[in-house]
């Protein structure tokens, strides 16, 4: 654990050190810390804004988009120069700004049921700011198998969701919340009906907060509930999430690789 900090982390991060909560101890543990962000958009942003200014030593970036100037309203770690760049090229760039200390590693690749199980294993934990559902679904269950953490987070129009996913403590993951997707074409995305900009700075934030403290061991994290957000009430509510043990990924017969499932439509498991 890295609790020598030298004299400009110990100026960086001061008012992590003074807290009792985290300490030297746990500022070593953000530096020691690797987390994978997959999507370097709207919920990304704030994400790796949060996680690199905090210190997390290794960073993950997985991303095969190139920025678009309709992202930019939302997705403040880019700007109107970065227009046509790949996303985690601006991406790292970003973090490489903010926070000398971090190590970042770039995938410039779209995360498939091929690469994503090397991908989650090669991390401490895992968040979600992907915008489709057979990459949230793909990713919770490479989480699973893989016994690796995973922060969920969702936008649409003003409403948003997040939940912190554990993988290997025998509690739920997202299928026990929604075992499949729902059938292609039947939920618009945002490109269809809009976000409210700054609502993926308010969901991403959760997301990163839930992260470091999942780093820490610190505090309750959303493990067995889903936080929703309505920006237009101003209004948080917790919906419980349960563990399913006839929960296609974590259930007592729950799939034993990524090859069991087909990661578009539904995402439905395969029958044995």
Request: one cysteine or more; proline letters at 5%.
């Amino acid at each position: 654990m890295a609790l020598d900090l030298d004299a400009e982390q110990l100026d960086r991060y001061s008012r992590h050190v003074i807290m009792e909560e985290v300490g030297p101890a746990g500022q070593g543990r953000f530096l020691d810390a690797s987390v994978l962000v997959v999507g370097a958009g709207g919920l990304g942003s704030p994400v790796l804004q949060y996680l690199a200014a905090a210190g997390v030593g290794t960073i993950g970036i997985a991303d095969h988009d190139v920025v678009e100037r309709s992202n930019l309203h939302r997705q403040t770690i880019h700007g109107d120069a970065d227009v046509g760049r790949s996303k985690v090229a601006s991406a790292a760039e970003f973090v490489a700004e903010r926070n000398p200390d971090v190590d970042v590693q770039r995938h410039e690749t779209e995360v498939d049921r091929e690469n994503a199980a090397s991908l989650v294993a090669a991390y401490d934990v895992v968040v979600d700011g992907s915008d489709n559902f057979p990459t949230r679904f793909l990713l919770n269950d490479a989480c699973v198998l893989a016994g690796v953490p995973l922060s969920n987070g969702a936008v649409f129009r003003f409403e948003g969701q997040v939940a912190t996913f554990l993988a290997d403590d025998g509690g739920p993951c997202y299928r026990c919340l929604f075992p499949e997707a729902p059938p292609a074409g039947t939920v618009p995305n945002c490109a269809d009906v809009g976000v409210l900009g700054v609502l993926p700075g308010t969901v991403g934030s959760i997301q990163a907060t839930e992260t470091l403290k999942l780093l820490l061991g610190a505090g309750d994290l959303l493990d067995d509930r889903m936080l929703y957000y309505d920006a237009l009430a101003t209004s948080f509510e917790e919906v419980p999430i349960v563990r399913s043990p006839e929960c296609p990924v974590c259930g007592d017969d729950g799939i034993e690789s990524l090859a069991a499932v087909e990661y578009s439509g539904t995402c439905a498991v395969e029958a044995d």
